[in-house]
């Protein structure tokens, strides 16, 4: 089961961003899922999560306050909304999802314990 993540492009330092991810066939409601991205020649990093029970929200210390995982059930989507862009955060962003056991809270932020992935899509921030 692929993701399937739209939303980046070219932005200027400081300008807004938001990402989709869409579950096809599945319902975001009962996965936990989570933001990832990948820099030119860096490892991927964590960048956001919602657990799937509660909805509640994780984020990696250099997005926290700019960065928001939001869901939409009715349109089995999940979002990054991203706020002060910094060129820093240009990178592939990838969306991940869990199986229907979920993931345990400890390995929220592994992305070894996501099950699905999406294609990635690249957001550039120029400064």
């Known amino acids: 089961v692929q993701l399937q993540a739209s939303g980046g492009g070219l932005v200027p330092t400081g300008a807004c961003l938001t990402l989709?991810?869409?579950?096809?066939?599945?319902?975001?409601?009962?996965?936990?899922m989570g933001w990832f991205r990948q820099a030119p020649g860096k490892e991927r990093d964590f960048v956001a999560a919602m657990r799937r029970s509660g909805g509640y929200t994780y984020y990696a210390d250099s997005v926290k306050g700019r960065f928001t995982i939001s869901r939409d059930n009715a349109k089995n989507t999940v979002y990054l909304q991203m706020n002060s862009l910094k060129a820093e955060d240009t990178a592939l962003y990838y969306c991940a999802s869990s199986g229907v056991s979920g993931i345990i809270l400890s390995q929220i932020r592994n992305g070894d314990s996501y099950r699905y992935w999406g294609q990635g899509t690249l957001v550039t921030v120029s400064s």
């Open positions: 989709s991810c869409v579950a096809p066939g599945r319902s975001v409601r009962n996965l936990d």
